[in-house]
């Protein structure tokens, strides 16, 4: 039986910040916690309506290797599929000795099937299956691995410029490689690291904004597509650390309750983590639902 009285509830503008805030009051890194998500939040429309997220956690070391038995409202199973709508046999073509009955219809109406003295319509031949959405490589991924040092260097250029405009003590570090490069704001003191963290916005939002920005300016400079990824203080590198985890637990989960968890909406790119992460873990699927920007991954028994 798992010590119910060790478990503390805990909330956030999402399941990250959440986790962050039971992980700093139990003194434990997230591989280290126990924790259900009861609800994973709701930032509205506008600012109206919004709902915090919602999880209880407790240390391992406090449980003793045991299991919680609760289920969130997050372990819902995935929504069954839209049922297939059977198609119909055309009529038969009316026989060329036989009266033909007129009948008033609407100009919408189907047209009546082609004479036997006509040639059929030669048929196409099937297209191929295309690959389910998520399995192809996103076009961020496809983007990237045309970065070349040119676009490296003019992008540095224009972060560094928008950076001084901004006003933020911070240098720009190019770090990677090729296709891996990352242009990187690093505060140059104390106060600027805790400033240009609140840049980043609650779920990378602000950064994203950012990239798009000196991606833009990098294309009309060069004059043609030209895209570098940028990033803060390493966020990056730390938020797929901690997706990586959570999908991990929620595998975990999955395989102890035999139920799907639903995780918190993310991007495209962090959703690509999720599925990368469990693509090789035996009795786990993932699957995406919903749409932008409240796109999230479900994790299910296989």
């Known amino acids: ?16 910040e959440a986790l962050k805030g ?14 259900e998500i009861i609800a994973p939040g709701s930032r509205g429309v506008l600012g109206m309506g919004a709902e915090p997220a919602r999880i209880v956690a407790a240390p391992i070391s406090a449980l003793g290797g045991a299991a919680p038995k609760r289920a969130g409202e997050s372990s819902r199973p995935a ?7 059977e198609e119909r046999a055309p009529r038969p073509a009316p026989r060329s000795d036989a009266p033909v009955e007129r009948a008033a219809a609407p100009r919408a109406a189907a047209r009546p099937a082609p004479r036997g003295d006509r040639a059929p319509r030669p048929e196409r031949a099937p297209r191929p299956e295309r690959a389910p959405r998520e399995d192809r490589e996103p076009r961020e991924r496809r983007e990237r691995s045309e970065t070349t040092p040119e676009m490296i260097s003019g992008g540095k250029e224009i972060l560094e410029t928008l950076v001084k405009h901004l006003g933020f003590e911070a240098e720009v570090r190019t770090t990677g490689t090729g296709a891996d490069t990352v242009l990187n704001v690093a505060g140059t003191s104390p106060e600027a690291v805790d400033e240009l963290n609140n840049l980043i916005g609650g779920r990378g939002e602000r950064l994203q904004a950012i990239q798009h920005l000196v991606n833009l300016m990098l294309s009309r400079k060069m004059g043609e597509w030209a895209r570098v990824t ?23 989960r999955v395989k102890e309750t035999g139920r799907a968890v639903q995780l918190e909406p993310m991007t495209a790119l962090e959703r690509r983590w999720i599925h990368v992460e469990l693509q090789e873990m035996d009795n786990i699927a993932t699957e995406s639902a919903g749409e932008e920007p409240e796109r999230r991954v479900v994790v299910i028994p296989a």
Do not use: H, W
Not at 22 to 35: M, R
Not at 79 to 85: E, G, K, L
Not at 234 to 245: M, S, T, V
């Open 1 to 16: 039986m798992a010590n119910e009285s060790a478990y503390q509830e805990f909330t956030g503008k999402s399941v990250e």
């Open 22 to 35: 039971a992980c700093e009051a139990f003194k434990v890194g997230i591989g280290d916690l126990d924790f």
């Open 230 to 252: 940028v990033d803060i203080e390493e966020y990056r590198g730390r938020r797929e650390a901690q997706l990586r985890a959570l999908a991990r637990k929620a595998a975990d």
């Open 79 to 85: 929504p069954a599929p839209a049922p297939v709508r």
